[in-house]
């Protein structure tokens, strides 16, 4: 499969509380990204972390990365009704020219 | 920021017809831009990659004369659905990195999308 796994598939939480995605990959990376996407919209980058960092800061985002085990993790603090949208890791593999392979995503609802 | 324009944002047009969909990318240039496809409520799948002033590079399984990509300028690629089919309908993205940025270590930026629908 071209894509990794991302779980879970549908997150829904109360305003207020954290959310918490998955991320797994297959191949060696040269980094790895998180997109948002609204509702039939392009896509908005959030974070990229390179393959020799473990822990990326912006805001209330915070991403892991676990080269070891292939995994990353997106993690939401404080969440709003406004980050309701779907979530996608995207991995640029070492080798592949720039490439992003993206993971199935994560479609997040956050209820006021 | 860096701004990537797609247009149209939709089209819906009859069987057979030929469509085409640019990209292109507003302040900055970018010698490779990346065509995806989404089908609703799943993740983009890579198209092609388009390479300024060369042929694009196709994924498996992706038709490159029924999808032509070209890549004229630094700022503009173009996907051409040739003689599309219902099948076809989809929601088209291209995406594009800076070419000044030359570390490989840079997100990129993507279009709103092309919302493609075949009757």
């Known amino acids: 499969s071209q894509q990794g796994e991302e779980d879970p598939q549908a997150l829904s939480i109360q305003e207020g509380e954290n959310a918490t995605m998955n991320c797994s990959y297959k191949t060696s990376i040269n980094n790895l990204q998180w997109y948002r996407q609204n509702s039939g919209r392009g896509l908005v980058h959030l974070i990229l972390i390179r393959s020799n960092e473990r822990e990326k800061h912006s805001g209330r985002l915070r991403v892991t990365l676990d080269t070891s085990k292939k995994s990353s993790s997106l993690l939401i603090t404080a969440s709003r009704a406004a980050d309701t949208a779907s979530y996608f890791c995207a991995t640029d593999a070492a080798g592949g020219y720039n490439k992003l392979i993206f993971g199935a995503g994560t479609r997040l609802a956050v209820h006021p | 920021g860096a701004v990537v324009s797609q247009h149209p944002s939709w089209v819906i047009c009859k069987s057979g017809t030929s469509v085409k969909i640019e990209c292109r990318s507003l302040?900055?240039?970018?010698?490779?831009m990346f065509w995806y496809r989404q089908f609703p409520k799943q993740s983009l799948m890579l198209m092609a990659t388009?390479?300024?002033?060369?042929?694009?590079?196709?994924e498996q399984g992706v038709e490159k004369d029924k999808f032509l990509i070209n890549h004229a300028s630094l700022t503009l690629s173009t996907l051409t659905v040739t003689s599309a089919h219902p099948e076809d309908s989809s929601f088209y993205i291209c995406?594009?990195?800076?070419?000044?940025?030359?570390?490989?270590?840079?997100?990129?930026?993507f279009g709103d999308g092309t919302r493609l629908s075949i009757l």
């Open positions: 995406s594009a990195r800076e070419l000044a940025r030359g570390s490989s270590n840079q997100p990129q930026h």
């Open positions: 388009s390479n300024e002033g060369s042929k694009a590079t196709y």
């Open positions: 302040d900055f240039q970018a010698t490779t």
